[in-house]
């Protein structure tokens, strides 16, 4: 099946230990994105990679980074900088194309919580 | 940030029910999408609209990209049970970025 992975779906983490959540497309997609969920806010951008070795920051990078060393890949890493990592984490693709214009699809999200 | 501003913020409705919420901008977007998402999942594309005007419909449920490239409506026609969750609208400005911009999102419950 085609589509976004996004593993694992839960992950606890212990206070000044950094964490990587794997995000794997097979849709062909050139741009990835992730992002942060908490609730009742809309979603914040971390980072996002137009192509491969190359990222930008988004509007909460701090205590983040991540590597795009392949198109199918785009792991975040939950460093120990980030003093409130307990959130939903979505990863996302771009379709970029006509007919259908840009359109973005979403991995199913995981879950992070300090312990 | 730029931001959008979606209402209502939440919403309960009757089974058999028709539902509408909005999402509006300050700033023009080249493309608006809507979103479901429940919880403890990803969001699930429903729409995306890509023409100032542009009406699309997805079965039960028909969105607009407004003429004035500043809002974008969605309507669930004949609610029933499995509509409930959050529907999110989001923006891409136009061209030039990779960005998009993402209301906080209408929670919906449906009474049967």
New interface residues.
Partial sequence: DGG?T?SPKYLFRKEGQNVTLSCEQNLNHD?M?WYRQDP????R?IY?S?IVNDF?K??IAEGYSVSREKKESFPLTVTSAQKNPTA?Y?CAS?FSGMP??????????S?LTVV | GQQLNQSPQSMFIQEGEDVSMNCTSSSIFNTWLWYKQEPGEGPVLLIALYKAGELTSNGRLTAQFGITRKDSFLNISASIPSDVGIYFCAGQPPSGTYKYIFGTGTRLKVLA
């Fill in positions: 976004i996004q741009a994105y009742g806010q809309g979603l951008l996002y137009q930008q988004g509007d939903f979505l771009r259908s214009g840009n359109t973005i699809y979403f991995g199913e999200g879950w």
